[in-house]
């Protein structure tokens, strides 16, 4: 099976701040990676796909780069509503293992 | 508009099963994979089960294989998660999700809005 490695596990900055979170797999993927946000008590929502496409709606201060084992999502200007936990997810085996996941907090 | 409702979850004691459904509108259910992801309590989301469109293939974690079954109803456009010899560590909540082909591979890009389960005496 596929690990997914998240760091970090959790992370604190303020509004406006850049921030980067990575994601390390056991094996090569590709770009079979996704990413996801989840507020608590909500349903995680999909923020891209095939590690650097967004999903429609998401705001383009959201990106993501890599490729093979490493990868990271990048927020470029944080603003209120991006606190929340975010995963990773692969999609290239028969298991859509998700990384530990990243809870962001306001510094 | 897209919507998927699970139902099913609640109370049951250890050894015990349950089966979840997931009822779905707003899109052509028997064209769309679909998985299983749960969340137990303050953790992180696990996935547990994958099946095909035509419910010919199915895949399952680890944790659950053998355990519990994966099946859906594309004319009643319903997916189900029979779950048997429950334990404590199934305590979550189950989330059914679509699978969205974007060209090269799959992204779950709808979502229930769960149903807890809750294994316990």
């Known amino acids: 099976d596929i690990q997914m490695t998240q760091s970090p596990s959790s992370l604190s900055a303020s509004v406006g701040d850049r921030v980067t979170i990575t994601c390390r797999t056991s094996q090569n993927i590709g770009t079979y990676l996704n990413w996801y946000q989840q507020k608590p008590g909500k349903a995680p929502k999909l923020l891209i796909y095939?590690?650097?496409s967004l999903e429609s709606g998401v705001p383009s201060r959201f990106s993501g780069s890599g490729s093979g084992t490493d990868f990271t999502l990048t927020i470029s200007s944080l603003q209120p509503e991006d606190f929340a936990t975010y995963y990773c997810?692969?999609?290239?085996?028969?298991?859509?293992?998700f990384g530990q996941g990243t809870k962001l907090e306001i510094k | 508009e897209v919507q998927l409702v699970e139902s099913g979850g609640g109370l049951v004691q250890p050894g015990g099963s349950l089966r979840l459904s997931c009822a779905a509108s707003?899109?052509?259910?028997?064209?769309?994979?679909m998985n299983w992801v749960r969340q137990a309590p303050g953790k992180g989301l696990e996935w547990l089960s994958y099946?095909?469109?035509?419910?010919?293939?199915?895949y399952y974690a680890d944790s659950v294989k053998g355990r519990f079954t994966t099946s859906r109803d594309n004319a009643k456009n319903s997916l189900y998660l029979q779950m048997n010899s429950l334990s404590a560590e199934d305590t979550a909540v189950y989330y059914c999700a679509r699978l969205q082909y974007n060209g090269q591979s799959y992204g779950a890009d709808y979502w229930g809005q769960g149903t807890l389960v809750t294994v316990s005496s």
């Open positions: 707003g899109f052509t259910f028997r064209s769309y994979e």
């Open positions: 997810q692969e999609s290239h085996s028969n298991s859509y293992t």
């Open positions: 095939v590690v650097s």
């Open positions: 099946i095909s469109s035509s419910g010919s293939t199915v």
